[in-house]
């Protein structure tokens, strides 16, 4: 029998303690479905939250110290509270306990009362690193599982802020607050409409299993790092971009100033504006097709954003456009990738009865390429941050 990456969380907190935790809380990894590198441009995000999930067991200390444990890392990291002080402590921990620990940080800035020490011991079924967003996952759990630990009241669009801040300022990856957001805020069957510069959230009903539809993920496994490079100079694009063109963020362009934008800008700046603005369109396209005419008719706003992310943005990778060209040429109804680019995985919408045809077709295409083999499965839209137990 395979063990769930809760009942792994429970088991490691009593491996840690001696004892059973006093609690287990758990958030989702996510897809997005459309609306890439928008996020940090204040712009419109449409992701979903996925069935697998991080998991933390919590139970609490008689001192004022904090413990984190997972099954990532045979490392176990421990601090006082009180010096639980970000960015100082970046370097003096590995980078995974950076997260839970900078959740931590960010929950307890402007609360000394709190002075409860606990024990956090994490295991999770999110493919690290696959733009799946293990790290959202994570925080949405230990935000979820310290607020009520700590009785601090956030709400879930508060716990997604705490969870960017620590991801930001603690972790020192520029993200925006779409991967945490949905962790948060995800139901079954249905995908989060994100403003993300108002932060309103509308659950948009998907209807993939009413359609005879699924949604595979193909795991390039690839790996990206939002850390460094790539990621940080698109930032800065789209900086620049939005600066020259006398807007605050790229979210306040439309397509109809795309002229202007040509002119005015180099053409590589442009043509990371032009992503983000089209990319913007497709987002507000998608949730009005997919309430119009059902989830069948939103493929080529699909194709289209994956285009627009490989020649325009720039950040796909040879793995995931033959990924996507293999997956349409077996009869996908729409295929791109998906989160940060520089690797991680593609999505593809498909019909059940074509699933295995497009299995197959990706995975002859990676051999024929001398790509290593991707992990192809199923997502199921799911619902966001809970306690279990
Ligand atoms: P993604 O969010 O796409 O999976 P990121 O680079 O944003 O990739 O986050 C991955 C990092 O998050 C890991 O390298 C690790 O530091 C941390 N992380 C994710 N899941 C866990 C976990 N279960 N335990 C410990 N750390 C984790
Ligand atoms: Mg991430």
């Given at each position: 029998m395979s063990t769930t990456p809760e009942a792994s969380a429970r088991a490691l907190f009593t491996e840690l303690t001696g004892a059973e935790p006093a609690g287990v809380w758990s958030s989702p990894g996510r897809v997005n479905l459309i609306g890439e590198h928008t996020d940090y441009n204040d712009g419109f995000v449409f992701p979903f939250a996925i069935e697998h999930r991080t998991f933390v067991?919590?139970?609490?200390?008689?001192?004022?110290?904090?413990?984190?444990?997972?099954?990532?890392?045979?490392?176990?990291?421990?601090?006082?509270?009180?010096?639980?002080?970000?960015p100082a402590l970046r370097d003096e921990?590995?980078?995974?306990?950076?997260?839970?620990?900078?959740?931590?940080?960010?929950?307890?800035?402007?609360?000394?009362?709190?002075?409860?020490?606990?024990?956090?011991a994490i295991a999770s079924d999110v493919p690290v690193g696959a733009g799946l967003s293990s790290s959202a996952a994570i925080e949405g759990a230990v935000a979820s599982a310290l607020n009520d630990t700590w009785g601090l009241g956030l709400d879930r669009v508060a716990l997604a802020q705490i969870g960017r801040t620590a991801e930001n300022e603690a972790v020192g990856?520029?993200?925006?607050?779409?991967?945490?957001?949905?962790?948060?805020?995800g139901r079954a069957d249905a995908a989060i409409f994100l403003d993300c510069r108002s932060l309103d959230a509308e659950v948009v009903d998907l209807g993939f299993a009413?359609?005879?539809?699924?949604?595979?993920?193909?795991?390039?496994?690839?790996?990206?790092?939002?850390?460094?490079?790539?990621?940080?100079?698109?930032?800065a694009s789209c900086e620049l971009g939005a600066s020259t063109m006398g807007v605050p963020?790229?979210?306040?362009?439309?397509?109809?100033?795309?002229?202007?934008?040509?002119?005015?800008?180099?053409?590589?700046?442009?043509?990371?504006?032009?992503?983000?603005?089209?990319?913007?369109?497709?987002?507000?396209?998608?949730?009005?097709?997919?309430?119009e005419q059902g989830p069948e008719a939103i493929g080529d706003l699909l194709v289209a954003s994956h285009a627009s992310m490989?020649?325009?943005?720039?950040?796909?990778?040879?793995?995931?456009?033959?990924?996507?060209?293999?997956?349409?040429?077996?009869?996908?109804?729409?295929?791109?990738?998906?989160?940060?680019?520089?690797?991680?995985?593609?999505?593809?919408?498909?019909?059940?009865?074509?699933?295995?045809?497009?299995?197959?077709?990706?995975?002859?295409?990676?051999?024929?390429?001398?790509?290593?083999?991707?992990?192809?499965?199923?997502?199921?839209?799911?619902?966001?941050?809970?306690?279990?137990?």
């Open positions: 067991a919590l139970g609490t200390r008689a001192d004022d110290r904090i413990r984190v444990a997972s099954t990532f890392d045979s490392e176990v990291v421990e601090v006082a509270l009180s010096d639980l002080v970000f921990v590995p980078e995974w306990a950076t997260y839970p620990l900078g959740v931590a940080w960010a929950l307890l800035q402007g609360r000394d009362a709190v002075t409860t020490g606990v024990d956090l990856a520029p993200t925006g607050i779409m991967d945490q957001m949905t962790s948060m805020l009413a359609a005879g539809l699924e949604l595979l993920v193909i795991d390039t496994q690839v790996k990206h790092s939002h850390s460094t490079g790539g990621y940080r100079e698109r930032r963020a790229l979210r306040d362009l439309t397509v109809d100033d795309l002229p202007r934008a040509e002119e005015l800008l180099d053409d590589v700046t442009f043509r990371r504006v032009r992503h983000v603005v089209t990319e913007d369109q497709r987002v507000l396209d998608t949730v009005r097709t997919l309430r490989r020649d325009d943005f720039e950040i796909s990778v040879p793995e995931l456009d033959t990924a996507v060209e293999a997956a349409l040429s077996a009869g996908a109804v729409g295929a791109r990738m998906t989160g940060g680019g520089f690797g991680g995985a593609a999505i593809a919408l498909v019909a059940h009865d074509r699933a295995e045809a497009v299995r197959d077709a990706v995975t002859s295409a990676f051999t024929a390429s001398g790509f290593h083999a991707p992990h192809i499965f199923t997502v199921t839209p799911s619902e966001g941050a809970r306690r279990d137990s």
